[in-house]
């Protein structure tokens, strides 16, 4: 009895089952983000809300779901792709959710199986680094509790890398550095500064910046778009592996 009410809760909570069979499904990590009023959700149109990013990546063929319980190898099964957002601080929320070694273990397993784990921090008080670090330190990445500075929110050039193909700048306000260990290796760096980085592991990859960066504010400043695109077409591309 007790392990149907547990499925149940797990089945309300996310449900994992793509409407189309071979569809990549993107989920949303609805559990460690869970501000009031809400941040960074699919179905928030305002300007604090990744509506668009859920449009341009139904255009790329994906669905979308939102995790709102702790992380299991249940909950992760299905997912292609996992997004990690702004991990809530106790400023940010009554009842923040840190990630706990119970997850980190079972998406160390997620990603090194073919799954691909995204991950966007925020600038220093605006994001909750320690146990952030924790899950991105399994992979080489940490989060500095810092704030980058690249001259504004607008620089560039980039340099050439796929992510950035007909990206000439790009918008990123508030931001905080990486620093990398093996596996990751920098995507992007803005004066000795790392901004971007991936991480190959196992089967799967990961990819970090320090900014929840592609909510509706921001996505179409700049070349914010046509970057986003490039990013999401690569992560999801199966080919890749």
């Known amino acids: 009895m007790v392990r149907a009410l547990a499925a149940l809760i797990v089945l309300l ?18 559990y460690h983000n869970d501000e009031t009023p809400p941040h960074y959700t699919w179905d928030d149109k305002k300007m604090r809300g990744y509506s668009q990013l859920g449009d341009l990546l139904k255009d790329l063929g994906a669905e979308l779901t939102t995790i ?3 992380f299991t190898a249940e909950t992760l099964a299905k997912a292609t792709l996992l997004l ?3 991990p809530d601080t106790p400023a940010e929320s009554k009842d923040p959710k840190y990630f706990s070694k119970d997850e980190i273990d079972a998406v160390v397993p ?4 073919g799954g691909v784990l995204v991950l966007f921090g925020n600038d220093k008080g605006n994001c909750e680094f320690k ?6 330190g399994r992979f080489g990445i940490t989060f500095n509790e810092d704030k980058a500075n690249t001259g504004g929110p607008a620089f560039g050039p980039l340099p050439e890398h796929p992510f950035f193909k007909d990206v000439k700048k790009l918008h990123i306000k508030d931001m905080c550095t990486l620093t ?4 990751a290796e920098a995507v992007l760096t803005w004066e000795g500064q790392v901004l971007m980085a991936t991480a190959k592991r196992g089967k799967g990859l990961v990819f970090a910046l320090g900014d929840p ?3 509706n504010e921001y996505i179409n400043h700049q070349d914010n778009k046509t970057c986003a695109r490039n990013l999401f077409k690569a992560l999801l591309d199966p080919g890749r592996k």
Do not use: F, I, Q
């Not at 997620?110 to 199986?113: G, T």
């Not at 146990?131 to 991105?136: G, I, K, S």
């Open 180 to 183: 990398l260990a093996a596996p």
């Open 13 to 30: 909570a996310v449900d994992l089952r793509p409407e189309r069979p071979g569809a990549p499904l993107v989920a949303l990590d609805g």
């Open 110 to 113: 997620w990603v090194e199986n």
């Open 68 to 70: 709102k319980t702790a």
């Open 84 to 86: 990690v957002s702004d």
């Open 213 to 215: 960066w592609l909510y």
């Open 131 to 136: 146990h952030l670090n924790e899950l991105a």
